[in-house]
């Protein structure tokens, strides 16, 4: 197996597994609030693992149609 230097870890509290996503916290911020996901600290960068990203995957579509209908936009 190749290890890599910068390979990161998700940052769910007590979760630890390998990240396959990041994020700035603020655009998953209130998705992983609403998904009941804790993350260690106050970082700007937010690494999440699959089982992670899948859980706010729907949280975030949602919110995305909610932005798209503040704006007015015909959706
Ligand atoms: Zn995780």
Known sequence: MAKRKD???CSVTSCGEKA???????NVQS???K???NIEG???RVYLCEKHYKAIK???KKEKK???MR???PF
């Open 7 to 9: 390979e990161s870890k």
């Open 66 to 68: 909610t932005e798209l």
């Open 20 to 26: 396959k996503r990041s994020f700035s916290l603020k």
């Open 58 to 60: 729907k949280e975030l």
């Open 42 to 44: 106050n970082p700007k």
């Open 35 to 37: 998904s009941g996901i």
């Open 31 to 33: 998705a992983l609030v």
């Open 71 to 73: 704006h007015g936009l």
